[in-house]
């Protein structure tokens, strides 16, 4: 009987020893192996470990993309006007040793390290942009008007605001706290219902300016366009003209000159012909009426065929 408990004891604590000396990573987490609160191994990879029980301990933490998303802050720009900004952060451990000698494991004091330098980067980056570049997300020409268009592979203001910023805070506090930043990105920009006004003010004058700049393009250009339509016209009316006339000269030679062969030919034929053209056009109408001595050589074909 006391040989069963005993075997039933040390099986107990067998199985009780061995489960303090293995332990599990999982693919989701980064994990350090404390001895007596120092680090003997960094970065423990996910799958079946072995430690020393009661000896070692376990400091798990997420390895996944972490979203660090903050309340939104006023931010005074260039011309001293301050802007509602609301962003988030993307970030991950990478150095889980440095990550715990810098926040003992929380996550509270890592996240507020990192909004720190993120919010004073943030403000350091719109304090030197006037607002209007900042709210557009284009820059300003040197008549202080957004431009329309990017160039090719341009980045936007914010862009290059958010990239700066990521670059900045790895520099700084990602080595010392074992961190890695991916992306800082803004979720809005909102303007205090202080200056929000003359802001939609000042943008829908420099959109006024720009449809104005615009307009008398297009002005200009029609004004080429009819300029060129009514010279091209003009030229194809004169040319018109001289081919007319040309056609109508020629026309008029050759049926003088066909008058003339016909009158050759026969000029008493001629004379009667003319004649009778000339009463057909003199009496078109009832109303036509003709004083005339009746001796008059008009009628000459009308008192005798002959013309005598």
Do not use: C
């Given at each position: 009987m006391?040989?069963?408990?005993f075997?039933?004891?040390l099986?107990a604590a067998?199985?009780?020893i061995?489960a303090?000396?293995l332990y599990?990573?999982s693919?989701?987490?980064?994990?350090?192996?404390?001895r007596f609160?120092?680090v003997?191994?960094a970065?423990v990879q996910p799958?079946l470990h072995?430690k020393?029980p009661?000896?070692d301990?376990i400091r798990?933490?997420?390895?996944r993309v972490?979203?660090?998303?903050?309340?939104p802050g006023?931010y005074?720009t260039?011309?001293?006007?301050?802007?509602v900004?609301?962003?988030?952060?993307k970030w991950?451990?990478v150095?889980?040793q440095?990550?715990f000698?810098a926040?003992n494991g929380?996550?509270?004091?890592?996240?507020?390290?990192?909004?720190?330098r993120?919010?004073?980067?943030l403000?350091?980056e719109?304090g030197?942009?006037?607002?209007l570049?900042?709210v557009?997300g284009?820059?300003?020409?040197?008549d202080?008007v957004t431009v329309?268009?990017l160039?090719?592979g341009?980045?936007?203001?914010?862009d290059q605001?958010?990239?700066?910023i990521?670059?900045i805070?790895n520099e700084?506090?990602g080595?010392?706290?074992g961190v890695?930043v991916l992306d800082?990105r803004?979720k809005?920009v909102d303007?205090?219902?202080?200056v929000?006004?003359?802001?939609?003010?000042?943008?829908r004058?420099d959109?006024?300016?720009?449809?104005?700049?615009?307009?008398s393009?297009g002005?200009?250009?029609a004004?080429?366009i009819?300029?060129?339509?009514?010279?091209q016209?003009?030229?194809l009316?004169a040319?018109?003209?001289?081919?007319a006339?040309i056609i109508?000269?020629?026309?008029?030679?050759?049926?003088a000159?066909?008058y003339?062969?016909?009158f050759?030919?026969?000029?008493?034929?001629?004379?009667f012909?003319?004649?009778l053209?000339?009463y057909?056009?003199?009496?078109n109408?009832?109303?036509?009426?003709?004083?005339?001595?009746?001796n008059?050589?008009?009628?000459?074909?009308?008192?005798?065929?002959?013309?005598?």
């Amino acid at each position: 009987m006391n040989k069963s408990i005993f075997a039933l004891v040390l099986i107990a604590a067998v199985v009780f020893i061995g489960a303090n000396s293995l332990y599990i990573v999982s693919e989701k987490e980064r994990a350090v192996q404390l001895r007596f609160r120092e680090v003997i191994k960094a970065d423990v990879q996910p799958g079946l470990h072995v430690k020393v029980p009661f000896i070692d301990t376990i400091r798990r933490v997420d390895g996944r993309v972490l979203t660090m998303d903050t309340q939104p802050g006023r931010y005074p720009t260039a011309e001293q006007k301050f802007l509602v900004v609301d962003y988030f952060t993307k970030w991950r451990i990478v150095n889980p040793q440095v990550y715990f000698q810098a926040t003992n494991g929380d996550e509270r004091s890592a996240t507020l390290r990192l909004s720190q330098r993120i919010d004073q980067s943030l403000r350091n980056e719109i304090g030197v942009r006037p607002l209007l570049e900042v709210v557009s997300g284009k820059p300003l020409n040197d008549d202080g008007v957004t431009v329309s268009e990017l160039a090719p592979g341009d980045l936007d203001i914010r862009d290059q605001i958010m990239a700066s910023i990521t670059r900045i805070v790895n520099e700084n506090v990602g080595d010392d706290l074992g961190v890695e930043v991916l992306d800082v990105r803004v979720k809005a920009v909102d303007l205090p219902e202080e200056v929000e006004l003359n802001v939609f003010e000042r943008m829908r004058s420099d959109r006024e300016l720009v449809a104005r700049d615009l307009r008398s393009r297009g002005q200009e250009q029609a004004e080429i366009i009819r300029a060129n339509a009514d010279r091209q016209r003009s030229e194809l009316i004169a040319e018109g003209r001289r081919e007319a006339e040309i056609i109508r000269g020629n026309a008029d030679a050759e049926a003088a000159g066909i008058y003339a062969e016909s009158f050759g030919k026969d000029p008493e034929f001629f004379e009667f012909t003319r004649s009778l053209r000339a009463y057909s056009e003199s009496f078109n109408s009832g109303n036509d009426v003709l004083v005339l001595d009746p001796n008059d050589s008009f009628f000459k074909y009308l008192r005798d065929p002959n013309g005598n």
